[in-house]
T-cell receptor, first 114, second 111 residues
Framework: NAGVTQTPKFQVLKTGQSMTLQCAQD?????MSWYRQDPGMGLRLIHY???????DQGEVPNGYNVSRSTTEDFPLRLLSAAPSQTSVYFC?????????????FGSGTQLSVL | QKEVEQDPGPLSVPEGAIVSLNCTYS??????FMWYRQYSRKGPELLMY????GNKEDGRFTAQVDKSSKYISLFIRDSQPSDSATYLC???????????FGSGTRLQVQP
């Protein structure tokens, strides 16, 4: 059981380039989300999805797009990368257990924008 | 002011010590409280979760929630070098599925 798989693990971009961070889960979870982690800032929610075809913005959505065409996949797109988007990105899928949201995280993508 | 405050550490303790990790929060609507452990260059993994106030114990780990003080704690007994990691608190309210995370406390357990 792979859980949550993120690719790539590392990426270097130049300002203005675009790219897609891939995320796939095999736990049949409806809820998926993207976070970025910066020093001293903790994990901040970028976008989330409550099911195929449904997405919504989180705390820091600017500069990022998402789509959810299947239950398994939830890619994150950077349309025009900026140095402020240098961060570690985590994808998570989750289910509710007696009201509590249990998140399962991927291993992360370390992104540098020069 | 952040909704969830957490001392970043690092916190360095000798093997076998009792460790206390804490978070304070400002949103009284939070009902679900979680602790995640994150090893270097890995994704966070759920360690413990509690609902509302009270204590929960799991092996060497105890989670406490004091909603009247808006304060949560994670205690680690008989700490081991393998406990060296960053510990993140997280919380949510009944209406939202999104979690609000603290910034994490880095713990080092010295052998």
């Amino acid at each position: 059981n792979a859980g949550v798989t993120q690719t790539p693990k590392f990426q270097v971009l130049k300002t203005g380039q675009s790219m897609t961070l891939q995320c796939a889960q095999d736990m049949n979870h409806e809820y998926m989300s993207w976070y970025r982690q910066d020093p001293g800032m903790g994990l901040r929610l970028i976008h989330y999805s409550v099911g195929a075809g449904i997405t919504d913005q989180g705390e820091v959505p600017n500069g990022y797009n998402v789509s959810r065409s299947t239950t398994e996949d939830f890619p994150l797109r950077l349309l025009s990368a900026a140095p402020s988007q240098t961060s570690v990105y985590f994808c998570a899928s989750s289910h509710r257990d007696r009201g509590n949201e249990k998140l399962f995280f991927g291993s992360g993508t370390q992104l540098s924008v020069l | 002011q952040k909704e969830v405050e957490q001392d970043p550490g690092p916190l360095s303790v000798p093997e076998g010590a009792i460790v206390s990790l804490n978070c304070t929060y400002s949103n009284s609507a939070f009902q679900y409280f979680m602790w995640y452990r994150q090893y270097s260059r890995k994704g966070p993994e759920l360690l413990m979760y509690t609902y509302s106030s009270g204590n929960k114990e799991d092996g060497r780990f105890t989670a406490q929630v004091d909603k009247s003080s808006k304060y949560i704690s994670l205690f680690i007994r008989d700490s081991q070098p393998s406990d060296s990691a960053t510990y993140l608190c997280a919380m949510s309210d009944t209406g939202r599925r999104a979690l609000t995370f603290g910034s994490g406390t880095r713990l080092q357990v010295q052998p």
